[in-house]
């Protein structure tokens, strides 16, 4: 909830889907959950650590030397003020993750077009942001969340819009 709980990395190990219940403290208390939904590959001994951050991510914001301008993973913006760190300590699984926002106007979601709302994953290898999409687009609201598809390359990952209509600050 929004007055309980964990402010730092948590480590969750097996293949069933979960909800890790994070947040950050500095520079105020932000409730920012992270699921994890397993597709395939999964096993009992998958490993993950996934940390919140209430800071930008690196190379964030609409710099287009940093985004993924064509193709099919396009991205036009990432959030500057949040992420969340993702990382697979063992196994080679396929999950969608389900990121959260619980204030709209300070996660810049806007209510329309929701359907430009993504998760955005940093692509160490190309050193720009891509699109993992979403399984259907959420409802809009002052809180809700973003469910990417399939995912098997980890850290960081944000909210990010395809053509810039969601601000994301």
């Not at 409730?31 to 991510?57: H, L, N, Q």
């Not at 598809?149 to 969601?166: D, L, M, R, V």
């Amino acid at each position: 909830s929004s007055t309980s709980f964990v402010a730092g990395p948590i480590r969750k190990k097996g293949n069933t889907a979960f909800v890790f219940p994070i947040g950050a403290t500095t520079p105020s208390n932000k409730w920012a959950r992270c699921g994890m939904i397993p597709v395939s590959g999964t096993f009992p001994t998958d490993d993950f650590t996934v940390e919140y951050k209430y800071e930008g991510a690196p190379f964030s914001g609409s710099d287009p030397a940093y985004m993924t301008t064509s193709g099919p993973n396009l991205v036009n913006n990432v959030s500057v003020v949040e992420y969340w760190k993702v990382d697979k300590n063992a196994g080679t699984p396929t999950v969608n993750l389900q990121l959260y926002w619980e204030d709209q106007n300070i996660s810049g979601i806007v209510n329309s077009p929701m359907t430009d709302l993504i998760v955005a994953h940093w692509n160490s290898v190309t050193s720009k942001w891509e699109s993992m999409g979403q399984v259907t687009p959420p409802a809009s609201g002052a809180s809700g969340s973003v469910i990417s598809g399939n995912i098997s390359s980890f850290s960081p990952f944000g909210f990010g819009s395809i053509s810039g209509f969601h601000p994301l600050p």
